[in-house]
């Protein structure tokens, strides 16, 4: 039996939680039903937040499997880009008889994959014909995360900023795009997975706030990715493509 733990940052909102994470985790187990599967988190704040709840770190979900005498482990990351949180808290865990799978999205964006992934966030996210997308994704605080600069690259009429505030691209950057394009409407949506926080705070508030006072007309989004079906799919996929490997 081959095990699969879906490791994700996570979110204390339960209702968040349920839609989006325990979401994927039961379209993954309909779809594969003779997989073993569990779910973790990999942020050790929200983990303690959800203590009594008992939901698992990627260690006790390894140690849980291998109890139950599974020597196959995949762990499927939720994460949409391979920044620190990836590199640091799930990629040590490739290790004999644990197979670790890439984030959605790869560093230089240049996949099949990568391009089919980002034409299922811009569906989601239905505009009319005069705006421009500006999707906001987390960054890192500690190391810049290329991929969001690379994904725009791949869709001229999206723009991404990110909501930490040492990485890049920052506020600015979104604002010299949207202006050297002549842009008048905003279509603002989160690229994250989940809704929550950084949704109604930095997007629907601070963001929205600050493209209006700079002139534009703004429509803002807040549901994470998670909630959505066709997103969704996405890590069933990824998932089909290194099974069949």
Known sequence: MTGLIVASFGTVDDAERARTLDAI??????????IRLKSALTSRFILRRLKEKKIRSIEEQIAELRAEHVDEIIILPTHLTPGEEFENKILPFATAGVKVLPPLFSTECRTEFDRRALDVVIDCFRRSSDEELVLIGHG?????NSVYENLQR???RIHIGVLEPTDRPNYD???GRLRSIGAKKILLAPLLLTGGVHVVEDIADRWFNRLKADGFEVRALTE???TFAAFRRLYIDRLRINISD
């Open 140 to 144: 890192s605080p500690h190391r810049h």
């Open 173 to 175: 950057d979104v604002l």
């Open 154 to 156: 791949l869709d001229g």
């Open 25 to 34: 985790a039961e379209d993954i187990a309909a779809e594969f039903p003779l």
């Open 224 to 226: 994470g990715l998670g």
